[in-house]
Protein backbone atom coordinates (compact mmCIF):
# COMPACT_ATOMS: atom_id res chain seq x y z
CA UNK A 1 0.00 0.00 0.00
CA UNK A 2 1.14 3.61 -0.75
CA UNK A 3 0.08 7.10 -0.28
CA UNK A 4 0.07 9.67 -2.89
CA UNK A 5 3.95 9.62 -4.65
CA UNK A 6 5.60 12.48 -3.85
CA UNK A 7 4.73 14.07 -7.49
CA UNK A 8 1.28 14.18 -6.01
CA UNK A 9 2.13 16.19 -3.09
CA UNK A 10 0.71 19.81 -3.50
CA UNK A 11 4.00 22.62 -4.24
CA UNK A 12 2.92 24.35 -1.10
CA UNK A 13 3.43 21.23 0.89
CA UNK A 14 6.74 19.83 -0.91
CA UNK A 15 8.32 23.52 0.07
CA UNK A 16 6.93 22.85 3.92
CA UNK A 17 8.34 19.08 4.11
CA UNK A 18 11.99 20.04 2.35
CA UNK A 19 13.94 17.57 -0.17
CA UNK A 20 14.53 15.01 2.41
CA UNK A 21 10.84 14.55 4.25
CA UNK A 22 9.59 11.87 1.85
CA UNK A 23 10.65 8.24 1.90
CA UNK A 24 10.60 6.00 -0.48
CA UNK A 25 10.67 1.98 0.42
CA UNK A 26 12.37 0.58 -2.49
CA UNK A 27 10.80 -2.09 -3.87
CA UNK A 28 7.27 -1.93 -1.94
CA UNK A 29 5.97 0.90 -3.95
CA UNK A 30 5.28 2.77 -0.34
CA UNK A 31 5.63 6.48 0.04
CA UNK A 32 5.03 7.60 3.48
CA UNK A 33 5.04 11.93 4.31
CA UNK A 34 5.30 12.58 7.89
CA UNK A 35 2.84 14.59 9.68
CA UNK A 36 4.40 18.23 9.43
CA UNK A 37 2.94 20.11 12.36
CA UNK A 38 5.14 23.26 11.97
CA UNK A 39 4.46 23.15 8.76
CA UNK A 40 3.38 26.97 7.52
CA UNK A 41 -0.18 26.39 5.43
CA UNK A 42 -0.14 28.46 1.86
CA UNK A 43 -1.88 31.42 1.37
CA UNK A 44 -5.47 31.66 1.87
CA UNK A 45 -5.35 27.92 3.85
CA UNK A 46 -4.85 29.98 7.99
CA UNK A 47 -7.56 27.82 9.03
CA UNK A 48 -7.69 24.32 8.17
CA UNK A 49 -10.36 22.85 5.40
CA UNK A 50 -12.74 20.82 7.76
CA UNK A 51 -13.69 17.44 5.84
CA UNK A 52 -16.18 15.52 7.68
CA UNK A 53 -17.09 11.73 6.62
CA UNK A 54 -19.87 10.42 6.64
CA UNK A 55 -20.61 6.98 8.36
CA UNK A 56 -24.13 7.18 9.50
CA UNK A 57 -25.80 4.97 6.71
CA UNK A 58 -23.94 1.65 6.77
CA UNK A 59 -21.32 2.87 5.26
CA UNK A 60 -19.86 -0.55 6.74
CA UNK A 61 -22.24 -3.10 5.94
CA UNK A 62 -21.59 -6.47 4.44
CA UNK A 63 -17.93 -6.19 2.92
CA UNK A 64 -17.95 -2.79 2.98
CA UNK A 65 -15.74 -0.12 4.98
CA UNK A 66 -15.93 3.14 3.91
CA UNK A 67 -14.76 4.72 6.82
CA UNK A 68 -11.14 6.77 7.47
CA UNK A 69 -10.71 5.09 10.79
CA UNK A 70 -12.82 3.02 13.42
CA UNK A 71 -12.27 6.45 16.21
CA UNK A 72 -14.98 8.47 15.51
CA UNK A 73 -15.88 10.57 15.42
CA UNK A 74 -12.54 12.00 15.55
CA UNK A 75 -9.76 9.71 13.84
CA UNK A 76 -6.59 11.52 15.48
CA UNK A 77 -7.94 9.69 18.58
CA UNK A 78 -6.57 6.60 16.83
CA UNK A 79 -3.30 7.78 15.89
CA UNK A 80 -2.91 11.49 15.99
CA UNK A 81 -0.39 12.21 13.33
CA UNK A 82 -0.36 9.35 11.12
CA UNK A 83 2.10 8.79 8.24
CA UNK A 84 0.67 5.88 6.40
CA UNK A 85 -2.59 4.74 5.77
CA UNK A 86 -2.69 1.43 8.08
CA UNK A 87 -2.38 4.07 11.35
CA UNK A 88 -5.58 4.16 10.59
CA UNK A 89 -8.31 1.65 10.19
CA UNK A 90 -10.49 1.89 7.63
CA UNK A 91 -11.53 1.03 3.65
CA UNK A 92 -10.69 4.26 2.83
CA UNK A 93 -8.00 5.63 5.22
CA UNK A 94 -5.54 6.32 2.64
CA UNK A 95 -7.89 9.28 1.88
CA UNK A 96 -7.87 10.36 5.19
CA UNK A 97 -4.35 10.03 6.34
CA UNK A 98 -3.63 11.71 3.22
CA UNK A 99 -4.98 15.04 3.80
CA UNK A 100 -4.07 14.20 7.89
CA UNK A 101 -0.59 14.37 6.92
CA UNK A 102 -0.78 18.00 6.49
CA UNK A 103 -2.45 19.19 9.39
CA UNK A 104 -2.46 22.82 8.54
CA UNK A 105 -4.57 22.63 6.02
CA UNK A 106 -7.15 19.97 6.78
CA UNK A 107 -9.23 18.78 9.84
CA UNK A 108 -11.32 15.93 9.52
CA UNK A 109 -13.70 13.73 11.65
CA UNK A 110 -16.69 11.40 10.90
CA UNK A 111 -20.04 11.63 11.51
CA UNK A 112 -20.58 8.16 13.56
CA UNK A 113 -22.92 5.78 13.27
CA UNK A 114 -26.55 6.28 14.56
CA UNK A 115 -26.06 10.34 14.38
CA UNK A 116 -28.22 11.74 11.71
CA UNK A 117 -26.67 14.30 9.40
CA UNK A 118 -28.18 18.09 10.59
CA UNK A 119 -27.81 21.45 9.41
CA UNK A 120 -28.28 24.67 12.14
CA UNK A 121 -27.98 22.12 15.36
CA UNK A 122 -26.89 23.45 18.38
CA UNK A 123 -26.29 20.35 19.80
CA UNK A 124 -24.49 18.18 17.17
CA UNK A 125 -20.79 18.68 17.25
CA UNK A 126 -20.66 16.99 13.59
CA UNK A 127 -23.56 19.29 12.34
CA UNK A 128 -22.47 20.31 8.47
CA UNK A 129 -22.65 23.91 9.38
CA UNK A 130 -18.99 23.40 11.10
CA UNK A 131 -17.73 22.17 7.81
CA UNK A 132 -16.59 22.63 4.31
CA UNK A 133 -16.78 19.20 2.60
CA UNK A 134 -18.99 16.33 3.23
CA UNK A 135 -18.17 12.81 1.90
CA UNK A 136 -20.38 10.23 1.44
CA UNK A 137 -19.12 6.76 0.29
CA UNK A 138 -21.87 4.12 -0.94
CA UNK A 139 -24.67 5.13 1.71
CA UNK A 140 -26.75 2.24 2.22
CA UNK A 141 -29.69 3.43 4.40
CA UNK A 142 -31.61 6.13 3.14
CA UNK A 143 -31.71 9.52 4.36
CA UNK A 144 -34.57 11.02 6.39
CA UNK A 145 -36.03 13.97 5.12
CA UNK A 146 -34.38 16.17 7.31
CA UNK A 147 -31.24 14.90 6.13
CA UNK A 148 -32.08 15.70 2.50
CA UNK A 149 -32.79 19.07 3.86
CA UNK A 150 -29.71 19.06 5.70
CA UNK A 151 -27.63 18.21 2.72
CA UNK A 152 -28.89 20.57 0.27
CA UNK A 153 -28.84 23.46 3.07
CA UNK A 154 -25.34 23.04 3.55
CA UNK A 155 -24.38 22.94 -0.17
CA UNK A 156 -26.83 25.77 -1.23
CA UNK A 157 -24.82 27.81 1.85
CA UNK A 158 -21.12 26.86 0.30
CA UNK A 159 -20.53 23.54 1.50
CA UNK A 160 -18.89 21.05 -0.49
CA UNK A 161 -20.51 17.41 -1.06
CA UNK A 162 -18.54 14.27 -2.96
CA UNK A 163 -21.49 11.44 -3.18
CA UNK A 164 -19.92 8.31 -4.15
CA UNK A 165 -22.36 6.13 -5.19
CA UNK A 166 -22.17 1.94 -6.16
CA UNK A 167 -24.06 0.29 -8.76
CA UNK A 168 -27.84 -1.13 -9.11
CA UNK A 169 -28.80 -3.46 -6.83
CA UNK A 170 -25.80 -2.89 -4.25
CA UNK A 171 -28.38 -2.98 -1.31
CA UNK A 172 -25.40 -4.25 1.20
CA UNK A 173 -28.08 -4.71 4.20
CA UNK A 174 -31.22 -5.72 2.67
CA UNK A 175 -33.20 -2.59 3.44
CA UNK A 176 -34.71 -2.55 -0.18
CA UNK A 177 -32.45 0.77 -0.86
CA UNK A 178 -29.20 0.93 -2.22
CA UNK A 179 -26.83 4.15 -3.06
CA UNK A 180 -28.30 4.84 -6.38
CA UNK A 181 -31.99 4.71 -5.01
CA UNK A 182 -30.67 7.25 -2.25
CA UNK A 183 -28.92 9.12 -4.19
CA UNK A 184 -31.83 10.00 -6.94
CA UNK A 185 -34.00 10.48 -4.01
CA UNK A 186 -31.94 12.97 -2.50
CA UNK A 187 -31.84 14.73 -6.21
CA UNK A 188 -35.76 15.01 -6.75
CA UNK A 189 -37.23 15.11 -2.80
CA UNK A 190 -35.20 17.24 -0.39
CA UNK A 191 -37.18 20.40 0.64
CA UNK A 192 -35.13 23.07 -0.97
CA UNK A 193 -35.37 22.07 -4.32
CA UNK A 194 -37.32 19.03 -5.73
CA UNK A 195 -36.22 19.84 -9.23
CA UNK A 196 -32.81 18.40 -10.23
CA UNK A 197 -30.99 20.66 -8.46
CA UNK A 198 -27.41 19.36 -9.22
CA UNK A 199 -28.71 18.44 -13.02
CA UNK A 200 -27.57 14.83 -12.05
CA UNK A 201 -29.13 11.19 -11.99
CA UNK A 202 -27.75 8.18 -11.32
CA UNK A 203 -28.30 5.42 -13.85
CA UNK A 204 -29.33 1.77 -12.48
CA UNK A 205 -26.54 0.35 -14.46
CA UNK A 206 -24.17 -2.13 -13.06
CA UNK A 207 -20.51 -2.22 -15.05
CA UNK A 208 -18.86 -5.06 -14.30
CA UNK A 209 -15.37 -4.29 -14.77
CA UNK A 210 -13.81 -2.06 -17.34
CA UNK A 211 -11.09 1.08 -17.49
CA UNK A 212 -11.79 4.74 -18.93
CA UNK A 213 -9.72 7.70 -19.67
CA UNK A 214 -12.50 9.44 -21.29
CA UNK A 215 -12.38 13.26 -19.89
CA UNK A 216 -15.13 14.98 -21.15
CA UNK A 217 -14.63 17.53 -23.56
CA UNK A 218 -12.88 21.13 -22.09
CA UNK A 219 -11.93 18.91 -18.75
CA UNK A 220 -8.37 18.73 -19.18
CA UNK A 221 -8.12 21.95 -16.93
CA UNK A 222 -10.32 21.64 -14.50
CA UNK A 223 -8.89 21.66 -10.76
CA UNK A 224 -10.19 18.37 -10.14
CA UNK A 225 -8.32 17.11 -13.19
CA UNK A 226 -5.31 19.06 -13.16
CA UNK A 227 -5.22 19.82 -9.47
CA UNK A 228 -2.80 20.05 -7.00
CA UNK A 229 -2.48 16.59 -5.99
CA UNK A 230 -1.62 15.39 -9.62
CA UNK A 231 -3.50 14.76 -12.61
CA UNK A 232 -6.25 12.87 -12.85
CA UNK A 233 -7.25 10.80 -16.13
CA UNK A 234 -8.19 7.63 -15.79
CA UNK A 235 -10.55 5.43 -13.18
CA UNK A 236 -10.98 1.59 -12.41
CA UNK A 237 -15.32 0.60 -12.52
CA UNK A 238 -15.30 -2.14 -10.81
CA UNK A 239 -19.25 -2.74 -10.56
CA UNK A 240 -20.59 0.79 -11.78
CA UNK A 241 -22.46 2.72 -12.76
CA UNK A 242 -22.80 5.98 -14.23
CA UNK A 243 -25.47 9.41 -14.73
CA UNK A 244 -26.99 11.24 -16.87
CA UNK A 245 -26.26 15.13 -16.98
CA UNK A 246 -29.16 17.87 -17.34
CA UNK A 247 -27.48 20.86 -18.03
CA UNK A 248 -31.46 22.46 -18.44
CA UNK A 249 -31.82 21.77 -14.47
CA UNK A 250 -28.43 22.97 -14.24
CA UNK A 251 -26.23 24.74 -16.91
CA UNK A 252 -23.21 23.89 -14.47
CA UNK A 253 -23.18 20.24 -14.73
CA UNK A 254 -20.37 19.14 -16.37
CA UNK A 255 -18.98 15.64 -16.81
CA UNK A 256 -15.13 14.91 -16.30
CA UNK A 257 -14.78 11.55 -17.14
CA UNK A 258 -16.96 9.39 -19.13
CA UNK A 259 -17.05 5.85 -19.93
CA UNK A 260 -15.14 4.06 -21.96
CA UNK A 261 -16.47 4.44 -25.41
CA UNK A 262 -19.24 7.14 -25.35
CA UNK A 263 -19.82 10.03 -26.67
CA UNK A 264 -17.70 12.77 -24.20
CA UNK A 265 -19.86 15.50 -25.06
CA UNK A 266 -23.34 14.16 -24.39
CA UNK A 267 -25.48 13.83 -21.70
CA UNK A 268 -25.35 9.93 -20.82
CA UNK A 269 -22.40 7.46 -19.85
CA UNK A 270 -21.32 10.31 -16.95
CA UNK A 271 -18.44 8.19 -14.40
CA UNK A 272 -17.37 11.25 -12.56
CA UNK A 273 -19.80 14.41 -12.54
CA UNK A 274 -19.24 17.76 -11.54
CA UNK A 275 -22.06 20.41 -10.66
CA UNK A 276 -22.83 23.39 -8.36
CA UNK A 277 -25.83 24.55 -6.24
CA UNK A 278 -26.16 27.53 -4.36
CA UNK A 279 -23.18 28.57 -3.34
CA UNK A 280 -21.81 25.41 -2.88
CA UNK A 281 -20.40 22.54 -5.19
CA UNK A 282 -20.83 18.55 -5.63
CA UNK A 283 -18.54 15.62 -6.84
CA UNK A 284 -20.55 12.39 -8.50
CA UNK A 285 -19.09 9.59 -8.70
CA UNK A 286 -20.28 6.24 -9.70
CA UNK A 287 -18.03 3.85 -7.91
CA UNK A 288 -17.00 3.29 -4.26
CA UNK A 289 -13.74 0.67 -5.65
CA UNK A 290 -11.65 3.49 -6.98
CA UNK A 291 -11.47 5.08 -3.35
CA UNK A 292 -10.71 1.47 -1.54
CA UNK A 293 -7.34 1.42 -0.40
CA UNK A 294 -7.82 -2.77 0.53
CA UNK A 295 -6.85 -1.95 4.06
CA UNK A 296 -9.83 -2.10 6.89
CA UNK A 297 -11.66 -3.57 9.54
CA UNK A 298 -10.99 -7.59 9.39
CA UNK A 299 -13.59 -9.99 8.03
CA UNK A 300 -14.37 -7.78 5.03
CA UNK A 301 -13.11 -8.57 1.51
CA UNK A 302 -11.31 -5.69 0.17
CA UNK A 303 -9.23 -4.56 -2.78
CA UNK A 304 -6.71 -2.00 -3.28
CA UNK A 305 -8.42 0.61 -5.82
CA UNK A 306 -6.59 3.35 -4.56
CA UNK A 307 -3.48 2.30 -6.11
CA UNK A 308 -4.59 0.39 -8.85
CA UNK A 309 -2.17 1.29 -12.05
CA UNK A 310 -5.28 1.38 -14.17
CA UNK A 311 -6.74 4.46 -12.68
CA UNK A 312 -5.18 7.84 -11.23
CA UNK A 313 -8.06 7.29 -8.43
CA UNK A 314 -6.13 8.99 -5.87
CA UNK A 315 -5.35 12.15 -7.40
CA UNK A 316 -9.31 12.29 -8.50
CA UNK A 317 -10.70 11.61 -4.58
CA UNK A 318 -7.64 14.15 -3.06
CA UNK A 319 -8.21 17.16 -6.30
CA UNK A 320 -11.82 16.87 -5.62
CA UNK A 321 -11.51 17.49 -1.62
CA UNK A 322 -9.42 20.59 -2.58
CA UNK A 323 -12.11 21.84 -5.04
CA UNK A 324 -14.96 21.29 -3.22
CA UNK A 325 -13.20 23.29 -0.03
CA UNK A 326 -12.22 26.16 -2.67
CA UNK A 327 -8.97 25.08 -2.19
CA UNK A 328 -8.05 25.30 -6.22
Known amino acids: MRLPRPHLARPARAAALGVGAVALVAGGLTAALPAVPGAAPPAGAATPLRVLFDNAHAQTAGNADWIISTSQPSPYNQKSAPTVETDWTGAISAWGVSLAQYPTEYRLATNPSGRSLTYGSTSNAQDLANYDVLVIDEPNTAFTAAERKAIMTFVQNGGGLYLIVDHDQSDRNNDGVDSVDIA ?81 TGS ?61
Do not use: M
Request: net charge negative.
Open 184 to 264: NQLFSSNGVDDTNPFGLTVAYQNISSENTANLGSGASTHPVVKGAWGTASTSILRGATTSTLSTAANPNAKCLLYRAGVSN
Open 268 to 328: TGCFIAVSTFGSGRVILWGDSSPVDDGTGQSGNTLYDGWNDPAGTNAAWALNGTDWLGRLS
